[in-house]
């Protein structure tokens, strides 16, 4: 079982810059493949940006050139730096555990966090 929690959300102005963390437990943090989602009222909930356990990253169209994924594998957390926010960026920011790569073989998994709410707003 891994336990993620989400933090660093909150309201800010069109413009604007937010890092989101994620704490992840567990001893092979640095063996997962890591996932920021999003989910707006009344929408589905999207992949933003995905980073690997080698530390390859992807990124939604929607985000490239503003929102950067990286991890720290010594403090078990995974970051997305969120620049110049607008207001179509408001949502509930979830991290999800996608996967374990262990000895070459990738591992399913599916862990969530409960998410931590991003408002852009004036």
């Known amino acids: 079982q891994v336990q993620l929690v989400e933090s660093g959300g909150g309201l800010v102005q069109p413009g604007g810059s937010l890092r989101l963390s994620c704490a992840a437990s567990g001893r092979i943090f640095s063996t997962y493949n890591m996932g920021w989602y999003r989910q707006a009222p009344g929408k589905q909930r999207d992949l933003v940006a995905a980073i690997t356990s080698s530390r390859s990253t992807n990124y939604a169209d929607s985000v490239k050139g503003r929102f950067t994924i990286s991890r720290d594998n010594a403090k078990n957390t995974v970051y997305l730096q969120m620049n110049s926010l607008k207001p179509e960026d408001t949502a509930v920011y979830y991290c999800?555990?996608?996967?374990?790569?262990?000895?070459?073989?990738?591992?399913?998994?599916?862990?969530w966090g409960k998410g931590t709410l991003v408002t852009v707003s004036s």
């Open positions: 999800k555990v996608e996967s374990s790569v262990l000895g070459g073989v990738v591992y399913g998994m599916n862990y």
